[in-house]
């Protein structure tokens, strides 16, 4: 009989295994909030879980709160070879950092996960591009376990679908999708308060970087469907009082650009390479753009890391988007 990873999850947390639980790096709502959600829930049915994240073990403030984030254990206190891995919504192995290791080590490994580049990788796989948040193919998982879900769940499941769905303004929501919410919502969640922690709230000195960066955005009408690019970095950042992870919300700003198809705001990180954000109106394939760069993500919304020097960076992706 086939394995499924429904299955596999109930075989190990029956038999008290240990399950160590990972997303992406620079974790987001849905990364952090499916692993802690399915930790949870495996817990529950008598799993030793460890949920964990990649890279240096600091949340940002916008996810510090979620329910179970005081159980996240740092990667360099993970057992070598625990009986079960599992990755939350990363796109690939690479995604995963230093964890990526346990892919191999551990007895079985199991991925899910919502990234159009998704090559396929780990033993168990539940992988579907449809769903629009890590989170929903969680909750699934946490009905087929039979681990009811609550309020503390609940908490966790609405910030990565309220985060993956723009607020349920995106493209890849779908009936199921408001569905789901609503089930979450008759827990009796706060989400008036999880969207305002997650996405209006920020130091006063934002606004401050947020004038800089839209001051210098450039419209570049002519290349593919329209393009608008800005920049800054964790430096900048820094002048102006605010850790990096403030940089993530720019592009949420200059993606209202209505002569551009294409937003994209180049990110310097302390190592002197750019992490590229990119979003499409829906002209633009940028799944296959960001992979043809190295990188990966969705149709809509893609990102990869380059390099090359500021010029030599949007130079590329300019003839990227012209090649299309
Ligand atoms: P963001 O712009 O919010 O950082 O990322 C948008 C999407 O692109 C996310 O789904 C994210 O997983 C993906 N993405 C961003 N940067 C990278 C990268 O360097 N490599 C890969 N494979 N995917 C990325
Ligand atoms: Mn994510
Ligand atoms: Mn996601």
């Known amino acids: 009989a086939s394995r499924t990873v429904a299955g596999v999850l109930a075989e190990a947390a029956e038999s008290r295994a240990t399950v160590v639980l990972s997303g992406h790096v620079n974790p987001d709502a849905d990364a952090l909030g499916s692993t802690l959600a399915l930790a949870e829930g495996l817990r529950r049915r008598g799993a030793r879980v460890l949920p964990t994240f990649p890279g240096e073990f600091t949340l940002p403030a916008s996810l510090g709160w979620l329910p179970g984030a005081e159980g996240l254990v740092p990667s360099s206190a993970l057992p070598s070879a625990p009986d079960v891995f599992v990755s939350l919504d990363a796109a690939s192995p690479g995604r995963l950092g230093e964890i990526a290791v346990l892919l191999d080590s ?66 890849n929501t779908r ?36 004038s800089v960066v839209t001051g210098r955005a450039v419209l ?51 190592d002197g390479s750019w992490s590229v954000s990119m979003r499409s109106r829906g002209g633009t394939d940028l799944a296959r753009v960001a992979m043809e760069l190295g990188g990966g993500g969705h149709t809509l919304a893609a990102g990869y890391t380059s390099h090359l020097d500021r010029e030599g960076t949007i130079a590329t992706l300019r003839d990227q988007l012209t090649a299309l």
């Open 175 to 210: 009936p199921q999708t408001h569905e789901l919410a609503a089930r979450l919502l008759a827990t009796g969640i706060d989400h008036a308060a999880i969207s305002r922690r997650l996405f209006d709230t920020a130091p006063f000195g934002w606004l401050g970087l947020l």
């Open 220 to 270: 570049e009408p002519d290349v593919g469907g329209g393009l608008v690019w800005t920049w800054s970095s964790t430096a900048e950042a820094a002048e102006h009082g605010l850790p990096g992870e403030q940089l993530e919300a720019l592009v949420d700003v200059v993606r209202a650009a209505e002569e551009a198809d294409v937003a994209v705001v180049l990110k310097g990180q302390d």
């Open 106 to 171: 551990a007895g079985t490994s199991v991925v899910i996960d919502h990234h159009a580049s998704n090559p396929g990788f780990g033993e168990l796989r539940l992988v579907d591009p449809g769903a629009p948040a890590t989170v929903t193919l969680v909750a699934d998982l946490l009905d087929d376990l039979g681990v009811a879900i609550d309020r503390q769940l609940a908490t966790c499941l609405y910030a990565g679908l309220a985060a993956d769905t723009g607020s349920f303004r995106f493209g």
